[in-house]
């Protein structure tokens, strides 16, 4: 016998016992250890239990032994990989499966079961009248379970050597979780589309401030509803400070959306890294975080991705969380998925804003110019005819009024044209010495930088009874609010070169008893995004320059939280 000492373990086939025990006695004498079994079956046993450096057997069984094996070896494949598998015969019975299948419910496994049973019929008339070299394709079926789980399961055909279906391999896998992203990619898609949708008849309608909260409230509807998002805030980048300026806060403390953050990847906190590096950021436990800045009140952990436009970073989307490691890898690509329609959206917003304001001053100017003189031609034929019908009153009655009817148009076109500058109708109400009870006594700061603006709405608002205070810039009305003044009423424009309206907002809303804002806007144009910002903690009302006395009035009586009729 060969050396044996360098097998520690050897299995030895006896079957007869004759020739097997001087074997076992030369190995025992060269100190190995010998299992010996009695026939293939033991020998299967032993060889699934242990590992054996060598077999010994007698050749008419060594093939027995060989083909045991390779079957064992294919069983501990097909009973390790990830998917199911099961062998059916035609009459639907399972005739083996593999250790992952056996794992499955009995409602799942009873339901790949009949689709195999349908495969079989197919398959089967399909093997009688196909040409033996020719392959039967495979079936794919789809599974449901109580709308909660998912099976993907492809079928194929065994045949024997005379081409006749014998049974059905079916290779199966749960497809619940990549079926569950796939319905919330499309749910997200579907979503995005929504929020991107700003050309719709019904959106047109809509003036830019209403088209701004519209947006706002699909947003927070989205994050909620969809990405089950109940702590977060928006940030947006102003390209001339590079500062982060919070335009969205839903179940954040407003403490939270007054920290100074600026897109620098050090020293202002994640959302500053984000910004600055266009980069996603999990954090798993914000309290050992160095760059988490405090926001939700006792968070855990926090989601940070960027508003990507294109290749640019024009804001950030933070969600925070209570719980410790409660943002996946799944919810950030969400996340950054959504996050890239916000984007879209407000610069669709943006655009039609911009050009909203610098260009409807232009068409005014336009439109002004086309119907002066058609007008021109409409008033000399009212001088001819009044010249040549002198006598006949009535008519020149009709005369003058269509005369005055001319200056009116004429006074609108300029006043249109003029866009931001100008007050509508300051001739329609509140003459001199007309108080109203509602606005007397009340102490009102107007807040702008346009000296037409300030002096028409001081002019009509003391009018009506009001005391009114005058700030010419951003600065002038922080003053002001910081003063001993107490005012009723803070009414402001958006677009200030030193302040904007949420700060002008924002100073307000940290005096003790909290003064109503209205900002004012020309034509929609909010760069800073005031707007979203300040709705978010209280904005009373917003007005569109050039607005009319009528609209003024009913935006103050709701500020101040007034019933009266103004039609």
């Known amino acids: 016998m060969a050396d044996a000492t360098r097998f520690e373990k050897i299995l030895v086939l006896a079957g007869s016992r004759h020739w097997a025990e001087p074997v076992v006695t030369a190995l025992r004498r060269q100190n190995c250890n010998p299992t010996v079994v009695e026939n293939l079956d033991e020998a299967m046993l032993a060889i699934g239990t242990g590992a054996f450096d060598a077999i010994i057997s007698q050749s008419g069984d060594f093939l027995a032994v060989e083909r045991s094996l390779a079957d064992m070896q294919t069983r501990l494949i097909l009973d390790t990989i990830g998917e199911g598998v099961c062998l059916v015969n035609p009459q639907g019975r399972i005739v083996w499966s593999n250790a992952r299948m056996k794992h499955w419910k009995a409602d799942a496994v009873d339901r790949i079961r009949h689709v195999c049973v349908d495969a079989a019929g197919g398959f089967a008339a399909a093997a009688a009248g196909r040409p033996a070299t020719e392959p039967l394709r495979v079936k794919k079926y789809s599974i449901t379970i109580d709308d909660t789980q998912y099976f993907e399961v492809v079928c194929s055909a065994v045949l024997d050597g005379a081409r006749q279906f014998r049974y059905v391999v079916a290779i199966c896998w749960d497809a619940t979780n990549s079926r569950r992203l796939q319905q919330k990619l499309d749910a997200i898609d579907l979503a995005g589309r929504e929020l991107v949708r700003l050309e719709g008849d019904a959106i047109s309608r809509l003036n830019v401030v209403e088209r701004i909260r519209l947006l706002e409230d699909k947003i927070i509807k989205f994050c909620r509803q969809l990405m089950h998002f109940d702590h977060f805030n928006i940030r947006l980048v102003d390209r001339n400070t590079n500062k982060l300026e919070p335009v969205i806060s839903v179940g954040m403390p407003e403490q939270a959306a007054m920290v100074e953050l600026f897109a620098v990847p050090e020293g202002n906190g994640i959302s500053g890294y984000v910004a600055a590096t266009g980069r996603s950021y999990i954090s798993p436990d914000v309290t050992r975080d160095p760059r988490y800045v405090p926001g939700l009140d006792m968070a855990h952990s926090s989601l940070t991705v960027p508003l990507m436009l294109h290749d640019r970073t024009i804001g950030v989307f933070n969600i925070e969380s209570n719980d410790y490691g409660f943002f996946t890898e799944d919810d950030r690509q969400f996340a950054e998925i959504f996050g890239r329609y916000v984007a879209v959206a407000l610069n669709i917003l943006d655009l039609l804003v911009v050009e909203r304001y610098t260009t409807s001053g232009r068409l005014a100017e336009d439109l002004a ?36 009817n001319l200056k009116r148009i004429r006074a609108s076109l300029k006043a249109v044209s003029q866009g931001q500058q100008i007050l509508l109708g300051t001739d329609e109400r509140a003459r001199p010495g007309e108080n109203d009870p509602f606005l007397a006594g009340r102490r009102i700061l107007v807040a702008d930088d346009t000296p037409v603006i300030c002096d028409t709405l001081r002019s009509v608002l003391k009018r009506a009874g009001a005391h009114v205070d005058v700030a010419e810039n951003g600065t002038q009305a922080c003053s002001f609010l910081a003063g001993e003044a107490r005012y009723d009423l803070v009414i402001s424009d958006i677009r200030m070169p030193d302040h904007d309206g949420y700060e002008i907002f924002h100073a307000a809303q940290q005096l003790g008893h909290r003064p109503p804002v209205i900002l004012m806007t020309a034509f929609g144009y909010d760069r800073n995004h005031s707007i979203l910002r300040a709705r978010q903690n209280g904005l009373a009302a917003i007005m569109l320059k050039p607005f009319t006395i009528k609209t003024l009035m009913r935006a103050v009586a709701q500020a101040l939280q007034i019933s009266r009729n103004f039609d």
């Open 369 to 404: 110019c086309e119907v002066a003189g058609p007008l021109n031609d409409i008033a000399a034929d009212i001088d001819q005819i009044s010249d040549d019908m002198i006598s006949d009153g009535n008519l020149q009655n009709r005369l003058a009024n269509i005369t005055a």
